[in-house]
C-alpha cells in the first residue's frame, strides 16, 4: 500500500518490474530514468541482493502536488538477470502498489505462466493476489515477435487485456507507454483510499475545483490552438523541459446549474495536465434608466 506522510504531504509508491532473465527489465528501467528529467528523479541505484543485482530509482511524474496539495513519489525497482534466491524476489515484491510483468514476446506462453505462477505464490505471502493490485504486461521485442495476439497473452497472464503494452526496451519503443498505464492505475488506486478522502473534500472552495491530474505521456497532453480548443495534434514531450501554460476550454463540458455557470479547463504546464473547473456565480441587476 502507498504511504502516505500527511506531515510532508508527500505519497510514496512501489512499483516492480517483474520477470524472468533475458525480458529486458533492466533496458526498461534505465531508459525511463534517462527519460525523466533530472530534476524529478533521484540516484539509480545498484544493490546486491542475496546473489542478484536490485536496481531501483525514485521520481515524481509531477513538479507540482497532484492529490489535494500531496506530492507524488514514485518507488521504482527491479531484480537484474537470473535471480537464483526466489527470496530475493519476495522481498523486492514486499509492499509493492503496481506491477509491471516484463516478458518475452517472442518466447511465447509457456515461460510467462511460469512467470506468472511464481509471483502469484510471492504476492500471495502477502496475503495479496495477481488481480487485486493495478497490473501492466509489457510485450518485450514486440519488433523480433511477429504477428502477436495480445488477448491470449493478456488472458493467461491474468491481466485486463487494457493493460497489455507492446514494446521495443532496446530503442525506447512502448515503454513510456507502458509505465504511464501502470502509474495512471496506481494513482487511480490512490485516489479512493479513504485516508485522502478528507483532503480532497477540504480542498474545494466555491470558485475553483482541481477535479482530476493524470500521468501524462506524449499523447495525453494537448495544447491550445489559435481559437482556444483542444488541438491533439500538437503534443510537447511530458518528460521536456517546458515552461509554457497551454489552456484549453474543455467547451463540450460546460455546464449551468440555476446562476451558476461551470467552466471546464484542462491546463498542461511542466508535462503535467490538470483539469480545473471554475464556478462562475451569475445575478441580474435591474439598472434605473437615468444610471452612468
Request: net charge negative.
Amino acid at each position: 500500500m502507498a504511504i502516505v506522510n500527511h506531515a510532508k504531504r508527500e505519497i510514496n509508491a512501489k512499483i516492480v518490474f517483474y520477470g524472468s532473465a533475458g525480458t529486458g527489465k533492466t533496458t526498461s528501467l534505465r531508459y525511463i530514468y534517462d527519460r525523466i528529467k533530472p530534476s524529478l528523479r533521484g540516484e539509480f541505484k545498484v544493490l546486491p541482493a542475496s546473489g542478484s543485482s536490485l536496481l531501483f530509482f525514485d521520481f515524481s511524474p509531477f513538479e507540482q502536488p497532484v492529490f489535494a496539495g500531496y506530492r507524488l513519489r514514485l518507488h521504482v525497482y527491479t531484480l537484474q538477470g537470473q535471480v537464483d534466491n526466489s527470496a530475493a524476489w519476495k522481498m523486492t515484491l514486499k509492499g509493492t502498489d503496481g506491477l509491471m510483468i516484463v516478458a518475452d514476446a517472442g518466447k511465447g506462453i509457456d515461460v510467462l505462466q511460469q512467470s506468472v505462477v511464481a509471483v502469484r505464490d510471492f504476492l500471495g505471502a502477502y496475503g495479496m493476489g495477481l488481480d487485486t493490485i493495478p497490473s501492466v504486461l509489457q510485450l518485450n521485442k514486440a519488433d523480433l515477435a511477429g504477428t502477436i495476439n495480445q488477448s491470449f497473452f493478456a488472458r493467461e497472464a491474468g491481466v485486463d487485456e487494457r493493460g497489455v503494452s507492446l514494446t521495443t526496451a532496446i530503442t525506447g519503443e512502448g515503454v513510456l507507454e507502458a509505465v504511464t498505464t501502470l502509474s495512471r492505475m496506481v494513482m487511480e488506486r490512490i485516489r479512493e483510499r479513504e485516508d485522502l478522502a478528507q483532503e480532497k473534500s477540504g480542498s474545494v472552495d466555491s470558485t475553483m475545483v482541481t477535479e482530476k491530474t493524470s500521468v501524462t505521456t506524449v499523447e495525453d497532453v494537448a495544447m491550445a490552438d489559435g481559437a482556444g480548443n483542444c488541438n491533439p495534434e500538437s503534443q510537447p514531450d511530458a518528460y521536456a523541459d517546458s515552461r509554457e501554460v497551454f489552456v484549453c476550454v474543455a467547451q463540450d463540458l460546460i455546464a449551468a446549474d440555476n446562476n451558476t455557470i461551470r467552466i471546464p479547463l484542462d491546463l498542461s504546464w511542466q508535462g503535467a495536465r490538470h483539469r480545473v473547473v471554475v464556478s462562475v456565480a451569475v445575478s441580474f441587476e435591474q439598472v434605473r434608466p437615468d444610471a452612468c
